[in-house]
């Protein structure tokens, strides 16, 4: 039988340049999406994908990110004095097992793949995923739980993808398919960041995947790719020429990049709109805005 994936590897140690000057003291995954910070988005998917050990590769300067973690008896006992039992639940929701996340440190920001090599000796020999917090994905079924189930059939590696304008493939790594079976496809090749003209296809890696200790093996060569950084796909597709199985995996679901300006306040609309306590107030203040546009023309 075949190991259930248990670890996750949350890399958060990037510099989030384009969320300057908050981030320049509040890390990028703690910016909220409607009441939530980014990396809660992140941890509930893992959990409901069997997750059970969270790895966080961080750097200077996020330590608001690991108080986030910590419990609040105060507050609780605050709450629950005042009758807030909704909110008490809420909260207490967030709160981790003692020793479920650890955190590795990055000591300087030298690529995706790096910062999950940083992770190497927490993960062992096992399989393990990798989740960007930038990518909020609403589904009904948590993507990295659709992967789960996925990769319970394949076994192998397995990154998230999806199809993107052609003239945006230079954002993105982008795959190279020898089979395509529907939602998931055989990957003969993996380009980080191609121009449009030399991209093989429009089918991006977004940011969820479930990889062998194999990767991690290859990331030991430390070798610098596009950017001068060390990325992540090329340890990906190193394995392809040793002719061990890529899958990517059409997931069914709404992907938002919030570590871009657009994306994050695209996710905010959406996440708002589908909250019902929101929904009425939120939806009327947005028609109002559209028909004020014309006007203003
Ligand atoms: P990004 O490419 O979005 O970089 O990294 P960034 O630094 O977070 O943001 P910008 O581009 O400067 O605005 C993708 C993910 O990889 C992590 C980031 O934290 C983010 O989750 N990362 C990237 C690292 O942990 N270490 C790195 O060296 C690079």
Known sequence: MKRKVTKAIFPVAGLGTRFLPATKSIPKEILTLVDRPLIQYAIDEARAAGIKEFIFVT??????????????????????????????????????????????????????????????????????????????????????????????????????????????????????VSEDMGSLVRVKGMVEKPAPDVAPSNLAVIGRYILTPKVMQNLNKKKEGAGGEIQLTDAIAEEIRNDNPVYGFRFRGQRYDCGSKAGFLQATVAFGLARPDLRDEFSDFLGDVVAMRPAAE
């Open 59 to 176: 750097s200077r300067g996020k330590s608001a990110l690991e108080d986030y973690f910590d419990d609040a008896p105060e507050l609780e006992t605050s709450l629950r004095k005042k009758g807030k039992t909704q909110l008490l639940e809420e909260l207490k929701a967030t709160n981790m097992d003692s020793g479920a996340i650890a955190y590795v440190r990055q000591n300087r920001p030298m690529g995706l793949g790096h910062a999950v090599w940083c992770a190497r000796r927490l993960v062992g020999n096992e399989s393990f995923a990798v989740i960007l917090t930038d990518d909020v994905i609403a589904a009904e079924k948590p993507c990295l739980q659709q992967m789960m189930e996925a990769h319970a059939e394949t076994g192998g590696n397995i990154v998230a993808a999806m199809e993107v304008p052609h003239d945006k493939t230079s954002s993105y790594g982008v795959l190279d």
